[in-house]
C-alpha cells in the first residue's frame, strides 16, 4: 500500500496555529519526503482560513478541513468526530499531529475508530530508509527505544520542542471542506482557568526553568525556616528573568503534609517521575536533591546549572553542566540584586549594571 | 455511582531500571524482582474515586488492574490500606513494552463481565498516562470500547452537583486549565494529579478489602499480550552523564554574577 502522509491540527482560540503544530508540521514534511510520498494537511476549529493560510506553502498536495462553531472548543465529541472524517477523507496511512492537550485527548480514540494504531510522546521520527521508526520514551523517560508497527494507519503524536517550527510564506488555501454532523454530546465546554489566583509561573515558551527543590522550606543556618523570604525570591527571579517555575515533587508534597508551604507552587508545576518533563534551552535549579528517578523532571534541559549545598547530590553531579555549592538563599538574593540593577539600568537610570555584585 | 478504576502496577520508582532483550521483545532486567507499586496517576485516580464514592450513598468502586498475579498480591497488601475497592484481576504483563491497544481490549472485556456495574452509572478512572509505557491512549480506546463518549483528560478536579451533572477541570498547555461541565455518567477521567494527598493506611480497611481481593486475585484470568504488528530496536538507557564542573568556595556574589552572566547570554 502507498503511504500518504496527513498532517493533522487544530487551531487555536485566536485561528492560528500553536508553535507545536508548526513543529509537527516540519516533521509531517520530513517524513513524507523520506517516504517520497505526498503530504496533506488537515486542519480543523472555529475558524481554519488563517491556518491553512500559514501553511499553504509547505508543500502538501491537498488542504481538508472541518471547521465551524461546533469546533471551536475543545470536546472529545466534536474534536474526535472532526480528525476521524479528516483521516476517512484522505485515506492517511500515517498522521501526524502535536502533542497538545486537545489531540492528545481524543487521537487514541480516533485511532481505534479507524482500526489503527499510535504512538505518543514520539520524540523522533526515522523515514530515511523508506520504511518508518519512531523514537520515544519508556518508564517516563527513563529508557529509550525505537518502534516499528505495521498496522495503518499509524498516528503519530510528536512531544513539542524535538523539531524545528515550519515557517513558509502565507499562501490563500480554499481547503476542500468536509461537513461532520456534531454527535450529541452530554459535554459543554466553559472555558479557561488560571491554576491559581496568583500569577502565571509556568511558561512553556521561557528560555529558562527554575526548579525549585524542598530545601527552600527546610531550616536555615539560624534554625528557622524562611519560607515567606524563600517565595519572594522565587517569585523577584521569575518576574526578573521571565523564566518558567518547576517544582520537585518532594515541595509540592510538602502542602500536603501541612507543613509551611510556597504558595506560588502547586502540583502543576511539578516536574519529574509524576509531573512534566519541559523542554527549555537552559535550567537552573536550587535546593533539588534526588537520585536518577527525580532528574527526568529536567532531562530536556538543554543547558543545565544547580545551586545546593552538597557537592555529591545525585541531582547534580553527572547531570547538570555546573553545581555551585553555596545557601541558595545568599546566591539568590545576590541574583536578584544584579537582575534589578539590570531592569533600572535599561531604563535608562546611570546605575552600573553590575553595582552590587562586590 | 459505579466507579471503575483501571490502574497497572509499574516497578517502584527508586529502583533502578535496566532494558534486557527477552523472546518476546524488550523488558526490564529482574523484572519479577523489583518492588512494585499502583501506577502514580493511577493511584490518584483511586483516592479521588474513593472520595467521591463517599460522597455518593450506595456507590461502588472496583479497580481493575493487570499484571503478574504475584507482583498484584504484593502491591494490593499495601492499596488495600488505603481506600475501599472490589478488585477485578488480570493475570499478564505489565511492562512497559506491551501493546496499548491489546491491553485495552482486555481491559474493557474484564469490565464488562463485572457483576453489578451499571454503565449507565459509570465513570471510568484511570490515570493520564502511564509510569511504564507512558502513551496516554489506554484509557481513550477503553472508553471508546465501551462508547463513553464524554472523556476528559488530564483531570485535577471534578466537582459534584446536587442534579447529578459534574464540573471537570483539565490540564491544558500553559499550566492552566480547561473547565467543562456533562450531564452526568457514563463519562471517562483520565486523572492527573488531582488535589487528594495519599491517604494514611488503615489496616482496618486492608483486611477487609483483603478479604474479597484474595479471592479476586485467585480467579485472575491469565491473558497474554502478542503485540503482533510491533517490534522495538534500539532500546536501551540514555547516554545523559555530564562533566559537572563542582564549584565550591566561592562567595555567593561570584555565583550570582557567573548565573547572571550566563542567563544574559544567549
New interface residues.
Given amino acids: 500500500m502507498t503511504d500518504t502522509v496527513l498532517y493533522l491540527a487544530h487551531t487555536e482560540a485566536d485561528g492560528s496555529l500553536s508553535r507545536a503544530s508548526l513543529e509537527a508540521l516540519t516533521v509531517a514534511q520530513t517524513t513524507a519526503a523520506g517516504l517520497h510520498v505526498s503530504l496533506v494537511v488537515g486542519l480543523f476549529g472555529g475558524d481554519v482560513c488563517d491556518a491553512a493560510a500559514s501553511v499553504g506553502g509547505c508543500g502538501a498536495s491537498r488542504f481538508f478541513a472541518v471547521a465551524g462553531a461546533d469546533f471551536a472548543s475543545p470536546r472529545y465529541a466534536s474534536d474526535a468526530a472532526a480528525a476521524e472524517a479528516i483521516a476517512r477523507a484522505t485515506d492517511a496511512t500515517i498522521v501526524v499531529a502535536a502533542h497538545t492537550s486537545r489531540l492528545a485527548r481524543v487521537l487514541a480514540g480516533v485511532a481505534f475508530r479507524l482500526n489503527g494504531c499510535i504512538d505518543t510522546h514520539v520524540s523522533a521520527v526515522d523515514s530515511s530508509d523508506g520504511s518508518i521508526a519512531v523514537a520515544r520514551w519508556f518508564y517516563r523517560q527513563r529508557i529509550e527505544g525505537m518502534a516499528r508497527r505495521t498496522q495503518r494507519p499509524w498516528f503519530l503524536v510528536i512531544d513539542p520542542g524535538v523539531a524545528t517550527a515550519y515557517v513558509g510564506p502565507s499562501v490563500d488555501i480554499e481547503p476542500e471542506t468536509i461537513t461532520v454532523l456534531v454527535p450529541s454530546t452530554r459535554t459543554q465546554t466553559v472555558g479557561l482557568r488560571e491554576a491559581s489566583a496568583a500569577e502565571q509561573t509556568i511558561r512553556p515558551d521561557a528560555a529558562l526553568l527554575f526548579v525549585a527543590g524542598a530545601g527552600w522550606t527546610r531550616k536555615q543556618k539560624d534554625g528557622q525556616t524562611h519560607t515567606e523570604e524563600a517565595e519572594q525570591l522565587i517569585l523577584g527571579f521569575l518576574g526578573a528573568t521571565g523564566a518558567s517555575l518547576g517544582s520537585t515533587k518532594s515541595l509540592t508534597d510538602i502542602a500536603g503534609e501541612g507543613l509551611a508551604v510556597l504558595h506560588c507552587l502547586s502540583h502543576m508545576n511539578q516536574v519529574g517521575q509524576t509531573g512534566s518533563t519541559p523542554r527549555h534551552p537552559k535550567g537552573l535549579s536550587a535546593c533539588c536533591h534526588g537520585e536518577e528517578p527525580h532528574v527526568v523532571g529536567w532531562r530536556f534541559i538543554r543547558e543545565r546549572r544547580a545551586v545546593n549545598l552538597d557537592a555529591n547530590c545525585g541531582w547534580a553531579r553527572g547531570k547538570a553542566d555546573v553545581l555551585y555549592v553555596a545557601d541558595a538563599f545568599e546566591v539568590m538574593r545576590q541574583l536578584n540584586g544584579l537582575l534589578r540593577a539590570r531592569e533600572t539600568s535599561s531604563r535608562g537610570d546611570r546605575q552600573p549594571i553590575y553595582s552590587n555584585a562586590s | 455511582m459505579h466507579i471503575v478504576v483501571c490502574g497497572g502496577i509499574?516497578?517502584d520508582?527508586?529502583q533502578?531500571?535496566e532494558?534486557v532483550a527477552t523472546a518476546a521483545g524488550?523488558g526490564l532486567k529482574n523484572e519479577l524482582l523489583l518492588p512494585a507499586i499502583l501506577d502514580?496517576?493511577a493511584g490518584c485516580a483511586l483516592h479521588e474515586a474513593a472520595h467521591l464514592a463517599k460522597q455518593c450513598e450506595g456507590s461502588r468502586v472496583w479497580l481493575v488492574s493487570l499484571g503478574p498475579k504475584a507482583k498484584l498480591q504484593q502491591v494490593m497488601m499495601s492499596l488495600a490500606q488505603k481506600a475501599p475497592f472490589e478488585l477485578v484481576a488480570l493475570d499478564g504483563p505489565a511492562h512497559?513494552?506491551t501493546d496499548?491497544?491489546e491491553t485495552?481490549a482486555l481491559l474493557a472485556e474484564a469490565i464488562v463481565s463485572i457483576q453489578g456495574l451499571d454503565r449507565g452509572r459509570l465513570l471510568l478512572f484511570g490515570g493520564w498516562e502511564s509510569?511504564?509505557?507512558?502513551?496516554?491512549?489506554?484509557l481513550?480506546?477503553v472508553?471508546?470500547?465501551l462508547g463513553i463518549?464524554?472523556?476528559?483528560?488530564?483531570v485535577?478536579r471534578i466537582t459534584l452537583r446536587d442534579d447529578g451533572s459534574f464540573?471537570v477541570?483539565?490540564?491544558?498547555?500553559?499550566?492552566?486549565?480547561?473547565?467543562?461541565?456533562?450531564?452526568?455518567p457514563p463519562?471517562l477521567l483520565g486523572w492527573?494529579?488531582g488535589?487528594r494527598?495519599?491517604p494514611r493506611n488503615d489496616p482496618q480497611m486492608g483486611m477487609k478489602n483483603m478479604r474479597t481481593i484474595m479471592p479476586a486475585l485467585q480467579k485472575a484470568t491469565p491473558v497474554s499480550l502478542a503485540a503482533e504488528?510491533?517490534?522495538?530496536?534500539?532500546?536501551?538507557?540514555?547516554l545523559?552523564?555530564?562533566?559537572?564542573?563542582?564549584?565550591?568556595?566561592?562567595p555567593?556574589?561570584?555565583?550570582?554574577?557567573?548565573?547572571?552572566d550566563?542567563?544574559?547570554n544567549?
Wanted: charged share 25%; glycine share 10%; with cysteine.
Fill in positions: 509499574v516497578p520508582p527508586l533502578t531500571l532494558p524488550p502514580p496517576w512497559g513494552f496499548a491497544h485495552a509510569a511504564s509505557r507512558g502513551q496516554g491512549v489506554t481513550q480506546m472508553g471508546e470500547r463518549a464524554d472523556q476528559f483528560q488530564g485535577d464540573e477541570m483539565e490540564r491544558v498547555e500553559g499550566g492552566r486549565h480547561l473547565v467543562s461541565w456533562c450531564t452526568g463519562a492527573a494529579t488535589e494527598a495519599e504488528g510491533l517490534s522495538y530496536h534500539d532500546v536501551r538507557l540514555p545523559q552523564q555530564r562533566q559537572t564542573r563542582i564549584v565550591k568556595d566561592m555567593p556574589a561570584e555565583i550570582a554574577l557567573e548565573i547572571f550566563w542567563i544574559a544567549d
